[in-house]
T-cell receptor, first 116, second 115 residues
Framework: KAGVTQTPRYLIKTRGQQVTLSCSPI?????VSWYQQTPGQGLQFLFE???????NKGNFPGRFSGRQFSNSRSEMNVSTLELGDSALYLC???????????????FGPGTRLTVL | DQQVKQNSPSLSVQEGRISILNCDYT??????FLWYKKYPAEGPTFLIS?????DKNEDGRFTVFLNKSAKHLSLHIVPSQPGDSAVYFC??????????????FGKGTHLIIQP
């Protein structure tokens, strides 16, 4: 079974631009979550999608948004990029309905975003 | 305010010995805890979890202990192997509250297994 894939793996943007990251979950998984990892803050929850609906959202500004398609693939968008948005963005998929439930989240390798 | 804390940024252990990674939490609503392992250039990989109704869960060389009164959990790896060298993240969730805040992660502990 193929794992979670994320594209692109690396991205360089400049301040003010916008970016879209993509995540393909494991086949059969309906829940997709996004996390931001930075050296200072560690791993932080961005949002979770299930059946094309955003169910949960972390404490991030509205510049961070996402969506999920009918095939469970998900995209994450960051508008008006700031230097502080430089981070590793991780996507995780799971079968279950409730985030953090006992069904395991499987992480992709991440997209390394650098904002100059 | 960091709700999940891993106070040791790094830990060095000799091969064959026991590795003990610690994690403290402040949110009393957390009732489900997980440990993830992360290699460079890869996403975190689930290792082991524990529900707050238990105080111990074991899976092969990995054992997680939970002390609810102290709001503390630990991961024991016995015996430690070179392939265990990685960054270990502790994570917590409030399942009974629907897990609306997702998983809350600690900042990780870099475990180094020395030959």
């Amino acid at each position: 079974k193929a794992g979670v894939t994320q594209t692109p793996r690396y991205l360089i943007k400049t301040r003010g631009q916008q970016v879209t990251l993509s995540c393909s979950p494991i086949s059969g998984h309906r829940s997709v979550s996004w996390y931001q990892q930075t050296p200072g803050q560690g791993l932080q929850f961005l949002f979770e999608y299930f059946s094309e609906t955003q169910r949960n959202k972390g404490n991030f500004p509205g510049r961070f948004s996402g969506r999920q398609f009918s095939n469970s693939r998900s995209e994450m968008n960051v508008s008006t990029l700031e230097l502080g948005d430089s981070a590793l963005y991780l996507c995780a998929s799971s079968v279950g309905i409730t985030i953090g439930a006992s069904d395991t989240q499987y992480f992709g390798p991440g997209t390394r975003l650098t904002v100059l | 305010d960091q709700q999940v804390k891993q106070n040791s940024p790094s830990l060095s252990v000799q091969e064959g010995r026991i590795s003990i990674l610690n994690c403290d939490y402040t949110n009393s609503m957390f009732d489900y805890f997980l440990w993830y392992k992360k290699y460079p250039a890869e996403g975190p990989t689930f290792l082991i979890s524990i529900s707050s109704i238990k105080d111990k869960n074991e899976d092969g060389r990995f054992t997680v202990f939970l002390n609810k009164s102290a709001k503390h959990l630990s991961l024991h790896i016995v015996p430690s192997q070179p392939g265990d060298s990685a960054v270990y993240f502790c994570a917590a969730s409030a399942l009974s509250g629907g897990g609306a805040d997702g998983l809350t992660f600690g900042k990780g502990t870099h475990l180094i297994i020395q030959p």
